[in-house]
Nanobody, 124 residues
Framework: QVQLVESGGGLVQAGGSLRLSCAASGRSFSLYSMGWFRQAPGKEREFVAAIRRSDARTYYADSVKGRFTISRDNAENTAYLQMNSLKPEDTAVYYC?????????????????WGQGTQVTVSS
């Protein structure tokens, strides 16, 4: 089992940057593929980015491709989401999630563990 804690959210102006962190407990972080999702008010939770456990291959939603970068540091048991060129439509609660399988999926049901979320607000 793994526990996830997100941090790094906040208020930023459009065009700005934020770096989210997801700290994982336990000693098996390297065995999990990691994902980031977000949920805006009144909307369903949606896939943002994921990184595979085996080779750190990355995947992105079209809406963030070229602006966001997911990464992981297995020695630090932490996953990151670097967000650049932020837009007001990026405003949401951002969640990290862990999946016990090497194949990355973009559906919420494919992840076994979730953090509590961190708020990101982008002002225009």
């Amino acid at each position: 089992q793994v526990q996830l804690v997100e941090s790094g959210g906040g208020l930023v102006q459009a065009g700005g940057s934020l770096r989210l962190s997801c700290a994982a407990s336990g000693r098996s972080f390297s065995l999990y593929s990691m994902g980031w999702f977000r949920q805006a008010p009144g909307k369903e939770r949606e896939f943002v980015a994921a990184i595979r456990r085996s080779d750190a291959r990355t995947y992105y939603a079209d809406s963030v491709k070229g602006r966001f970068t997911i990464s992981r540091d297995n020695a630090e048991n932490t996953a990151y989401l670097q967000m650049n060129s932020l837009k007001p439509e990026d405003t949401a609660v951002y969640y990290c999630a862990a999946r016990k399988y090497p194949i990355v999926v973009i559906t919420t049901s494919g992840y076994d563990y979730w953090g509590q979320g961190t708020q990101v607000t982008v002002s225009s």
